[in-house]
């Protein structure tokens, strides 16, 4: 690299740092601390924050559409569609991404069966991500989106949610297949 090069490159850092510290307001005197201001980005009580804000619009949204959303223990929002419960969970750190989860037992599926029809629905089914925990206790099934503002979970929420219905399926149907050319009957998956 040429000296030149590295001089314009300084000199253009440089002349950035200046001009974003021109634009920050001088700090406030201590003695004039107001204890009603809004959390200060980047903290513990500014994450907590958005996560309460980000709870109560997913509430909301969920109430609105007829369903009955519960905050679990995590935080997490809770929903039940066709008898299977769904969560949303909550980043404080990154409200413009939006998760939808659902977890299923498929503890008594051979695990080889299980890998090819997990495989196979990640290859088949756009947008969804299923995979197998460490711990084998579930099939997680996830559809998730980086949005440009929080609010616009609205416009992609059902469409996420066919995602998932849609793995779901696929994932049944893969391990009915192996399970009939095992020789061995098709097995309900439990939602977790």
């Not at 000296?3 to 005197?29: D, E, H, Q, T, Y």
């Not at 090819?116 to 460490?134: C, L, Q, W």
């Amino acid at each position: 690299m040429s000296k030149r090069f590295c001089l314009i490159s300084m000199a253009l850092v440089i002349g950035f740092v200046m001009a974003g510290c021109a634009n920050v307001p001088a700090a406030a005197p201590e003695s004039s601390a107001d204890t009603t201001a809004a959390p200060v980005p980047g903290t513990d009580a500014a994450k907590q924050a958005a996560k309460r804000e980000l709870q109560s619009r997913y509430v909301e949204y969920l109430r609105q559409e007829g369903y009955v959303p519960s905050i679990d223990d995590d935080g997490d929002i809770r929903f039940i569609v066709s008898e299977y419960i769904y969560f949303i969970p909550i980043d404080g750190n990154d409200p413009s991404y939006f998760q939808i989860v659902l977890g299923l037992t498929m503890d008594t599926v051979p695990l080889e069966e299980l890998i090819g029809a997990v495989n196979s629905v990640n290859r088949s089914v756009k947008a969804a991500k299923v995979s197998i925990p460490p711990d084998r206790q579930a099939v997680i099934i996830t559809a998730e989106r980086i949005l440009d503002k929080p609010d616009d979970f609205k416009a992609v929420f059902k469409r996420l949610l066919l995602v998932i219905k849609t793995a779901a399926e696929r994932l049944f149907s893969q391990l009915n297949e192996s399970g009939e050319r095992r020789g061995a009957g098709s097995e309900e998956a439990k939602n977790v």
